[in-house]
């Protein structure tokens, strides 16, 4: 693992058989890098509910090219620690950078499968999880409080967070702009091709970006819990 600040480093003991993910096409990348902007109110508030304080530690499992990296070393500020690990070594060194063009402090980076981090247990005071593997669940904010059971934290809460985006907000187009930058695996896996999809993607934004057409985000879910002691 290395540190981010100031020299960019990144650590990897890349695996092989590490989940390949969504975020394997350079537009799916930015495509995150500007999700995380625009959800920063959102994780913000919702990192403030489960009371990250300073000096703590927090772990990122999956934290994609930026991730929470950033509000939480805000929270954690300088005496404490922030490591982001992402099996996609195009998505650490883009959270490197991130970190280092920022400045942010106490914060590492590395390449490793959330399934076998090799890092050593019992070493974190707060470690939430966003990632999916080969497309989305879109029930896994319900399913993973159950997960979280039965792995054995105790005290294990949820709160979530459902937003209306008013007409011309850029998350009224979430999916379509996911679609859209994975378009050339989809056409390679075979469901549609280039001009339907491109019919398919006009369709969609025009109906998304009409004024009498009511958009929520996807309900986002945090569960944070205790380890036993
Ligand atoms: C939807 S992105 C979310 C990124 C970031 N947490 C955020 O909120 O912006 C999912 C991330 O999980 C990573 N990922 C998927 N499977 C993984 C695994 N088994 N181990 C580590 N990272 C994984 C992907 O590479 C990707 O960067």
């Known amino acids: 693992m290395a540190e981010a600040t100031g020299t960019t480093r990144t650590h990897a003991h890349w695996d092989p058989d590490a989940a390949s993910t969504l975020g394997t096409s350079e537009g799916e990348s930015a495509r995150l890098l500007r999700q995380a902007e625009e959800l920063t109110p959102v994780s913000g508030e919702l990192l403030d509910r489960v009371g990250l304080a300073e000096g703590q530690t927090a772990l990122d499992l999956g934290c994609g090219p930026r991730g929470t990296l950033e509000l939480m070393a805000e929270r954690v500020g300088p005496g404490g620690r922030v490591v982001g690990v992402d099996a996609d070594e ?18 590492e980076v590395g390449t490793a499968d959330a399934r076998d981090t090799r890092l050593p ?40 967070i459902v937003q209306v985006f008013p007409p011309g907000h850029t998350r009224r187009t979430p999916l379509v702009d996911l ?51």
């Not at 950078?97 to 914060?107: H, N, W, Y």
């Not at 019992?122 to 979280?148: C, H, K, M, Q, W």
């Not at 469901?191 to 998304?208: I, K, Q, S």
């Open 90 to 107: 195009a998505h650490v060194a883009m959270a490197a950078r991130f970190a280092a063009e920022r400045g942010l402090q106490g914060v």
């Open 121 to 160: 247990s019992g070493t974190f005071d707060l470690v939430p999880v966003v990632f999916s593997r080969n497309g989305a669940d879109p029930n896994i904010g319900r399913r993973v409080p159950e997960l979280y059971r039965r792995a054995g934290p105790t005290d294990v809460q949820v709160d979530g």
């Open 179 to 229: 679609v859209r930058s994975m378009r050339p695996h989809v056409v390679e896996l075979g469901p549609a091709g280039e001009a339907e999809l491109e019919e398919l993607d006009a369709a969609a934004r025009a109906h998304l970006e009409h004024p009498d057409t009511l958009v929520m985000s996807h309900p986002i879910f945090m569960t944070w819990g205790r380890a036993p002691a």
